[in-house]
């Protein structure tokens, strides 16, 4: 008796563009499926979040901002400026243990470290950014519209945001795996970060000579940035986007560059 065998079909080779786009999808599905697949509201949640700590800001801060803010109503400047930093503070944050979370997937060959760290980064991106645009939408149905007059400047801004929080989540998976008790004074930092990054007040309302230490800051530059794109009236003052992408090139060549000074280690721990 013969056995009929199917036809013989050779394997086609992939280009390694190709391979690592289909590990960053396979990656994007299981990080879609992790965060939100257990959850009833399932992918509501993440714009949902964002909205609940909006409202509680403007519920404890809204009634004085409102009175001392120049240019712009609170909950514009609320929303244009805690998205884009919880955005990245989340991608960076979540890179920590990504080596440990990520340990059977790294099995494949064909995953590597970094893709880990892109798919997650940009689900973070594609989370906040629609987050971003949902409540400026529904923040016209309150009548409180915003200019689109310079809306690229908006886009440079969420990329230079992206882009940063991409550098900064590769040197923060290095410092994760080597570091240990490290990661505890990471989110202590980071608490400083957001009280000193201007998310929740204006700098206009800082005095001299606090305000010249506070600028060294490269996020005050860019959300100060987007926030006078969004509303041209409000006013900004000793703010360099030159400032910020120095910034982002210096922080995206030290992530790439202890990356690549340590791959051998990590890829040794799979």
């Not at 202590?188 to 606090?210: A, Q, R």
């Amino acid at each position: 008796m013969s056995i009929q065998l199917p036809p013989y079909r050779p394997i086609k080779k992939r280009s390694g563009i190709k391979v690592m786009l289909a590990a960053l999808h396979a990656l994007l599905m299981r990080e879609l499926q992790t965060r939100f697949g257990g959850f009833r509201l399932g992918y509501l949640w993440a714009p949902l979040e964002v909205f609940f700590q909006v409202a509680i800001m403007l519920v404890i801060f809204g009634a004085v901002m409102r009175r001392v803010l120049p240019g712009m109503e609170y909950s514009l400047f609320l929303v244009a400026g805690i998205i884009p930093f919880f955005m990245m503070q989340n991608i960076a944050t979540r890179s920590l243990g990504a080596v440990e979370a990520n340990q059977g997937l790294l099995m494949y060959r064909s995953v590597r470290h970094i893709d880990v760290i892109i798919a997650r980064a940009f689900l973070e991106l594609v989370i906040y950014f629609f987050t971003f645009v949902l409540l400026l939408i529904g923040l016209t149905f309150f009548g409180i519209g915003f200019s689109l007059e310079h809306l690229h400047v908006v886009l440079i801004g969420w990329v230079g945001m992206f882009l940063f929080s991409l550098g900064l989540a590769l040197v923060l998976m290095i410092v994760g795996y080597y570091g240990g008790e490290i990661r505890k004074v990471i989110s202590v930092l980071f608490t400083i970060l957001y009280f000193t990054s201007g998310v929740m007040y204006s700098v206009h309302m800082i005095p001299e000579p606090y305000l010249s230490y506070l600028m060294y800051n490269p996020f005050i530059h860019n959300l100060e940035m987007m926030r006078h794109a969004l509303a041209p009236s409000y006013p900004i003052h000793h703010v360099s986007m030159g400032y910020f992408w120095g910034w982002v090139v210096c922080v995206m060549f030290v992530g790439l560059a202890l990356y690549k000074a340590c791959e051998r280690d990590l890829i040794r721990s799979k």
